[in-house]
């Protein structure tokens, strides 16, 4: 059994890592923090858990709970994250769930406009790109949630090196903002209608923009990059409509030949699911693992739209983190994650 | 393994209880069916189960399907079942989500409007009050979604004989319309609305008139049953708010006691939680087979107010099927049921 | 041209009341305060009403604006306007919106627990049932949103004395709960849910049983009342579920006999329309002052089930209170009030 | 009193336009047809509008109404409206709401794959960019909702000749797919998802072409146009977020100028309401006739990402519909329109 702690565990990714975590069958969870919690039971704080576990939330000490659990999940607010993780890799490996050790530690600086106490490298936790990698780390950044769903929707492509421009249009349920009501949470702000926001400025571009370059591998080839955050009246879930605007040296693949390049670049990926032309649906990823792709080709234009879907909770997040400590822990990938969506 | 079968299982209760069959440890889904989609793959008509079955939908051939099964679930419209059951129960056992059996024969054809072709005696499928006949029937009725949710919410004051009315105020998801679209479930008549129906009509109240005079045991005792359900724009969850009018002989609990009575009455039911003054929550309840039930004293009005949640298409149809169906093969009745809800 | 103020116009309610002052055909809108925006163009906080006015927010000086003004409508939370409202009166008119003066000031002290610092007497703003009295007034207390759609509901059945209890089941918009954020309207929590709250204890039921004590005339004809409120997952709107339990000597109407009671008793009631077995809808009502009424004779258990609809800022707020100014400036009570539903 | 009648009303359009023409100020509703509910009253089938009008739903006599009218509004499907134009202009102006004149006979032919039975040349009506000519016209295409939002975003870009392609990433309400149930708006698929649909393939696309070619004036100038439509699970309201990207020898604007340029070629536009870098919301131009645009500079990528929201049933039909009516009989363009949206 592993033995594994989620610091930061009554927000929403922290409540959806203790869900899984408590199904999986080859963890054991030890230990559960919240500073506005300590000393209360989970279940009367989370009455949904009521009945699945006896543990009571503790306050954050990291010496003393990395030396209790095997992995530590750090699902705590950027720059919270950097002050714990040196101390927890004293004794047990780490999935951080905050933006803290996504980037290059300059690249953070700039864009999180705060100063990296911890500059040393993680490893990017978006599985299907980085399997190997991860099997070997101590340390995992967990990616965020619209960078999941973005680059997976388009990473075949990207590697072929035919792309000149994507045009991300993301639209995200409201459960992405967290746990604390908000402006943009306040239901007869976000009910009937939808919000764009951060527009040319959201901070996951970083990311999307970090993992694309990786897949182009030079410069020439790497696209530029254009990235509009929404939130929908929704609570879970994501669903990126990614414009894919292909090099003019580039040909334009039918569908079928679009289908064999991402099945052959998602092989033996068993979170991905190609649906062709088929449209993918929030509803069909609720509460689940995978990522949902479609595409269709615009010859004329050149091209191809991509549609992704995730459960921003669990691929955009706590799943992720799941599936990272399974390969970390040498198990296969979807141990504990393989569950069919709650449909309707 | 136990082999289970499910006809009618492209409708929302079938696709739930395929859903609940295939992430059961003891259980093995060997056929399901579909007129309109037979022939087809389970995941080609059903994007979120693609990678969990590759069963195909069959024609409804319940002789064939009751000999390669050792149950089947008949989750098809009332006066179908009634057809199929006598010839299933000779090879196997069945439980039956339609309305056919779960009321005396002639209350059946009274409400139904339609001659009962196989008037025989079933087991009622409210697992909590039912059990030991559970476990020894070949043929349980599973309850209809709002008498699961109302005649839980209430069994403990009846039983106690102290209960003169109750109004039961009922709420549920739209899920519980079915899979086809209809002026209801239409999405501009349901959002930013609640509809009553069927109001001083619906013929689940006979259902619940008849656990209740059950669980009273005489006329005397036995409450007089308003009931009036509601769609609330959601699509899982049936929030019932049971306002119990006590007799003028009784005398008012104190919330301690009341609390102490369900617990009481709810010992060892592991689907059970009592709340006390918490609120319960259809989010707390989806996706699980959990009914929450909170309660408060209006000493005053000599009334109480208990509020019950479940989701409908698990406690109130699939999940408690499957709960049946443990206790029908002697399993803990928990068996592959035990999950946290998804919350947020 | 009525010169109209409106104090706390940042509010839902004082926004609503800002759009329907704007649009209204004899009323001019002269001041608008808000203590968090002073200053500031109405236009550049609201920007839905950009174009519409040139007015700015302005502090509080009620003396100052009641020379300004006819008619003053105090949009404040309760508490606040005792304090405005007898210095307002000195040169104005006041319709208050807060529940300072619609209840007796002991039974307010002790339903607020607060002690009332201006204790006279005011009309009670529920239009339909108090019109005469509301045209000679210079302070009338508009009704809280739920005891205008119940008491709506029921008033032509209490008046006729045949009562014994009434149960209310009270489905409430989320604009209810004002402007600012909260656990409650915070999506997630919100969303696919409805939320019963302050059972057995929520303040408008003592608005509601006084004026049906009025209505019923003798402490023997006036009904028990039970109330408890729910928010559901929409923006405006309340439903109201009335339980009507007969009394053991009255015989039960049938359902002309009681269209016909209600057709009478609203006569000239240009608000108010009576759909017999049709079910109102919010869809109706959005955006308007209408208070649309159906119900349903249970004969067997004597029974009567009475549904109203009203938009819960509109005549449950702010359009009640305008059509409460028209009256009292001798206008038709209609003027500026009669627009069709924003449907779908 | 200009007198006008609807064919088709009581789809969402047409009820629409009921309710508008039911509040103008300067026109009369004389005659509405539905085949479905011939001979009923109005208020009947609409219960939102018993009161409003005493007329009844006439069956389709095109020759017959436009003898009583000086306009009639056809709210009618493509192909449908070609058969009634021709008799009712030998009487009567017409606002045609179908798709049938909107585009060059040749192209309606290709896109819509129906032959043009009256291949005469209509003015479009998107009044913005066309009030000169639609003054002067009897037959008027009112745009589609799709591309009113689109152009009116981009406009002043396209026209300055500087923009090469635009991808437009719309998300509409489902109102725009009509009154009848369907798969998309059955709740359980809608609610908690977002559902992109004729990708690549949406007709709409041919008339944003068409109006952004006009706009650029030479082929050189006229942007690629990439559209890609979703539903939200919302009833009213389109937000477009159209990422325009710069030609390569185009110089970025500021924020300033673009502000600049907007507001000059939006000039004693009405119903246009430049935010800025403000976000427009569905919320505020719910139940209006108003654009409101806001737009934001990505210098690095050469982008300017433009939003507008508009009422997809108001501007985005029925409302526009009157607006062109207005021109069409000298009247103001606002008159009967300038309302504050419901909001919340």
Partial sequence: MIKAAVIGASGYIGMELVRLLLMHPDAELVAVTSRRFKGLRVGDVLPHLQGFTDLRFEDVDVTDISKRADIVFTAVPHGAAMNYVPKILENAKVVDLSADYRLDPQEYERIYKKKHEDPRTAVYGLTELHAA????????????????????????????????????????????????????????NLAENIIPYNITKHRHVAEIRMELARLAGTPATTPKVSFTPHVIPCIRGILTTA??????????????????????????????????????????????????????????????????????????????????????????????????????
Wanted: hydrophobic share 40%; charged share 20%; with cysteine.
């Fill in 133 to 188: 990698e991860i099997k070997e780390a101590r340390l995992v950044a967990n990616p965020g949630c619209y960078p999941t769903g973005a680059v997976l929707a388009v990473a075949p492509l990207v590697a072929e090196g035919v792309v000149a421009h994507i045009v991300f249009d993301s639209k995200s349920g409201i459960s992405g903002g967290g746990a604390e009501p908000s402006e943009r949470s306040h239901f007869p």
């Fill in 243 to 344: 414009h894919v605007l292909l090099r003019d040296d580039a040909s334009v693949p039918t569908p079928e030949q679009l289908k064999g390049l991402y099945e052959r670049f998602y092989e033996d990926k068993p979170f991905i699911r190609i649906l062709g032309e088929r449209t993918p649906s929030l509803s069909y990823v609720r509460g689940t693992n995978f990522c949902d792709i479609g595409f269709w080709v615009d010859e004329d234009a050149k091209r191809i739209v991509v549609v992704s879907a995730i459960d921003n909770l669990v691929k955009g997040g706590a799943g992720q983190a799941v599936q990272n400590m399974n390969l970390m822990f040498g198990l296969a990938e979807t141990t504990g994650l393989l569950t069919p969506s709650l449909t309707p």
